[in-house]
């Protein structure tokens, strides 16, 4: 199917007046020259509405990508495959996998995304100098520069033309990848509210027979964010270096050697090989199992143009756990919340949801997984957590990519203490930036946020942390949908399952230290900066550098940032000393004690405790 589609997309651009000497490598021609690689997929599956078959890789329906590199002197665009994914897959809102009669009306944190085809595309490759790529889309019209926005726009990601219906990126060499949002400006949807109260969540005026549908909007459908109808994301990666030790030897025995088709996962589970190697091409797992991996199984490597559907779990008390390569890990074929203890079912718990990625921690071993290069597709529940004694476990992950994460329940990573994560990103549904322990560093990370939870997240229980930098966050997008759970830049939760109305839930033996949360912009509508319960004392806290361009209507109270004080069951209060925000802005505009426009209804939205400020604990400057 893919072949006819692509002829189509050649034929109907004469290649004689492309940019000057540039060649277009036929049909499938992908890249291996060094300074390029890129992929192709003979099974792609043009198909924005239904799962796709067996063997298949969902392929865009609009986007079609070749890559050049400037070091390459044939000066010849390759094919790189461009992949596509769906709110639920295209399989509904259903109880039990594959069974599409098992339909529920449970909330599973899609609303209207399904109802109005709401896709995500992505492609990927691997370059050593500055790269360009050529995008063509479906139908022709509109695809110039000038419709063309890039997010983030500090990347030095240029774009061109050649009029004949094709833009070029201009991909500069970054050694530690670039991952951004190419975004048709015709293309763009807006999220729009059932209400402008605080508790609504999306209706659409697009498919009469579909969700949420109202025929028209009036001012009560607070706009809640504009972004594309139809993602694409480019993600460019150097390719590992030899002495990094991130690509297994495949001809090793202590390789097991995956080869496309349905994954050997019963062989998996007792193989004494120590690396697993998943091979270019299409893998299968059932949308009842996942790859639970043998205790000798240290490292899994997903070959650029691996795409495995399925999920991993690591059971090794390797001091080095890992999962290196280019490939795509999908949870594409399970259901929300698909719960291992009971037939992989939509049943959520926080315990027995399947994670696309997991491991278990051995108590008293100190541990650490490192993950870098793949991309997660379409997690089922959070994305990577593990079990065990989670005090001796720590992420190392960089260059990681997560999309399609439609669903309510999609977090990013757990960061344990020691966890130290650059160059990511996430689309996600939940908590995104998850700083649990202590001795964390985050840096670099592009965000596109859906409709709940904070993009960074502490909370939940009372912590004893200390010594966190996050420095360096592009919130893309975010589309909030309600006011109910902390729709923040910043936040820490109540105690889970607890009703924030009750504030005696702190535990004053526990503090947050050293905590720096800097350089982190958001653009377009969305949340507050913060909205923290202290549920622990609270002693060198700095926001710095923090720019929001823009609230929704202020009925919603999205806006509104809150820092409450906070007491333990006995009634003393947490103790809050050196909080310092320091130029934040929004809209450009900086909000500080100074200026008076800090308050709960000016223009930074801040609701702090009074006595906070009246002591200097808290100071906006
Ligand atoms: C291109 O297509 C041909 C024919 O389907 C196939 O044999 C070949 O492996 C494909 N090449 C790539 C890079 O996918
Ligand atoms: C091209 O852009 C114009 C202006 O945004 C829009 O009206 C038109 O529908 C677009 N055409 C297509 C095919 O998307
Ligand atoms: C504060 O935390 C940073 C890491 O975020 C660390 O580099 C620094 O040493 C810490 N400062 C103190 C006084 O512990
Ligand atoms: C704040 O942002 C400015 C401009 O990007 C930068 O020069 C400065 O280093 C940032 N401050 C910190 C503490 O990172
Ligand atoms: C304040 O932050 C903005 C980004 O939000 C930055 O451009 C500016 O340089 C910063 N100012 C200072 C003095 O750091
Ligand atoms: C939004 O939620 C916050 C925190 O729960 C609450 O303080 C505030 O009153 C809410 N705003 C509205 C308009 O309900």
């Not at 050529?134 to 022709?140: D, L």
């Not at 002495?243 to 080869?259: F, G, R």
């Amino acid at each position: 199917m893919w072949s006819r589609y692509l002829a189509l997309f050649i034929a109907a651009s004469p290649l004689t007046s492309i940019v000057v000497a540039d060649v277009i490598a036929p049909g499938n021609q992908t890249a291996n020259i060094g300074s390029l690689t890129t992929w192709w997929h003979n099974t792609g599956e043009i198909n924005y509405q239904t799962p796709v078959q067996h063997g298949n890789v969902r392929q865009s329906h609009l986007y079609s990508a070749w890559v050049k590199s400037s070091a390459d002197s044939s000066q010849t665009y390759y094919n790189s495959f461009v992949y596509e994914t769906i709110p639920r897959n295209g399989q509904g809102n259903i109880i039990t996998p594959g069974d599409p009669s098992s339909v529920t009306t449970a909330d599973d944190g899609v609303t209207i995304e399904a109802a109005v085809w709401i896709t995500m595309a992505w492609t990927q490759f691997l370059y050593t100098s500055d790269a360009w790529v050529k995008i063509s889309r479906h139908g022709n019209a509109n695809v110039t520069a000038a419709n063309v926005v890039i997010r983030p726009n500090n990347l030095g990601v240029k774009v061109t033309d050649d009029g004949q219906s094709n833009i070029y990126v201009f991909v500069p060499y970054n050694s530690a990848g670039l991952r951004f949002s190419v975004e048709f400006q015709d293309n763009l949807y807006t999220y729009r509210d059932s209400c402008a109260g605080p508790v609504c969540d999306f209706v659409q005026n697009w498919v009469p027979n579909g969700p949420y549908y109202v025929s028209g909007f009036t001012d009560n459908n607070a706009v809640m964010g504009t972004e594309p109808h139809d993602a694409l994301m480019i993600f460019a990666s150097p390719p590992p270096s030899s002495s990094a030790n991130l690509v297994p030897d495949v001809k090793a025995p202590q390789t097991y050697v995956v080869y496309p088709g349905d994954v050997p996962v019963s062989a998996l589970a007792s193989a004494s090989n120590t690396n697993v190697y998943f091979m270019p091409g299409v893998h299968e797992m059932t949308a009842t199992q996942h790859l639970k991996l043998s205790s000798s199984v240290n490292w899994v490597y997903l070959a650029p143009g691996a795409y495995v559907k399925g999920a991993i779990q690591f059971t090794t008390s390797a001091s080095s756990i890992k999962a290196t390569g280019f490939g795509v890990l999908s949870g594409e074929k399970y259901v929300y919340q698909a719960n291992t203890a009971q037939g992989y079912k939509n049943v959520g718990s926080n315990g027995d949801s399947l994670r696309i990625w997991s491991g278990y921690s051995t108590p008293g071993q100190q541990q650490t997984f490192t993950l870098t290069g793949v991309t997660t597709n379409s997690p089922p529940f959070n994305s990577i957590d593990f079990t065990g004694d989670l005090n001796s476990i720590s992420i190392s992950q960089w260059d990681y990519k997560q999309v399609g994460a439609y669903f309510g329940q999609t977090d990013g990573t757990t960061l344990y203490s020691g966890s130290n994560i650059h160059d990511v990103f996430y689309h996600s549904g939940d908590d995104t930036i998850k700083t649990y322990g202590s001795d964390i560093t985050v840096r670099n990370v592009v965000v596109w946020k859906t409709k709940t939870a904070p993009i960074i997240q502490y909370g939940w229980q009372p912590r004893n942390i200390e010594n966190i930098l996050v420095d360096g966050v592009d919130v893309i997008h975010m589309h909030y949908s309600s006011n109910g759970s902390h729709p923040s830049i910043i936040g820490a939760n109540q105690q889970y399952d607890v009703k924030e109305t009750q504030t005696n839930t702190a535990d004053t033996s526990q503090s947050l230290r050293n905590a720096t949360f800097r350089n982190i912009r958001a653009q377009g509508i969305g949340g507050n900066l913060m909205r923290i319960v202290p549920l622990m004392n609270y002693e060198n806290v700095l926001l710095e550098n923090i720019s929001l361009d823009q609230f929704s209507v202020r009925s919603n109270g999205i806006y509104q940032s809150e820092l409450p004080s906070w007491t333990d069951g006995s009634g003393k209060a947490v103790s809050m000393s050196g909080f310092v925000i320091n130029n934040f802005s929004v809209g450009g505009t900086r909000i500080t004690q100074a200026a008076n426009n800090y308050g709960p209804n000016a223009a930074g939205g801040l609701n702090i405790a009074p006595e906070y400020l009246a002591n200097g604990r808290v100071v906006i400057k």
